[in-house]
């Protein structure tokens, strides 16, 4: 089934997990997935992450983080930009998330980013999704 936004459905999956207090979700696999994972278990918001490509279609299974008492270190994840409304960030405009105590991951021209990166290197580009 194709999706017209499969980034939102990604944290659309994740959120659902969260709720329902599951240790891992499956997520079918794109480059940009798998991108965003390697981002959160960079920056602590998920355990890890492994790729299954033995089925079809080729999933990305995700291992979520709990700390304490089934209490989830993804508190909210929200996609800004949208297939029918982009949002792009000039390098001194990147937006902080809960005055910098989340993450904003920014597709640019090296990659997907966090914007703390975007910042260092300079850079700007397309927001993709808030994580706090």
């Known amino acids: ?10 944290l659309t999956r994740m959120k659902n997990a969260i709720m329902a207090e599951k240790r891992d979700v ?6 940009t997935k798998l991108e965003i994972a390697k981002l959160f278990r960079a920056e602590g918001y998920i355990a890890n992450f492994r790729v299954d490509k033995a089925q079809v279609p080729a999933q990305l299974f995700v291992e979520l983080k709990y700390s304490g008492k089934k209490q989830n270190v993804i508190e909210g994840l929200k996609r800004i930009s949208k297939p029918g409304r982009r949002v792009y960030a000039q390098a001194d405009a990147i937006p902080k998330v809960l005055d910098g105590l989340g993450l904003a991951l920014i597709s640019t021209s090296q990659g997907i980013v966090t914007g703390r990166e975007c910042q260092k290197r300079g850079i700007g580009g397309e927001v993709l999704l808030y994580v706090w």
């Not at 499956?26 to 480059?31: E, F, H, K």
């Open 1 to 10: 089934m194709a999706h017209t936004d499969p980034i939102a459905d990604m």
């Open 26 to 31: 499956a997520i079918p696999l794109s480059n």
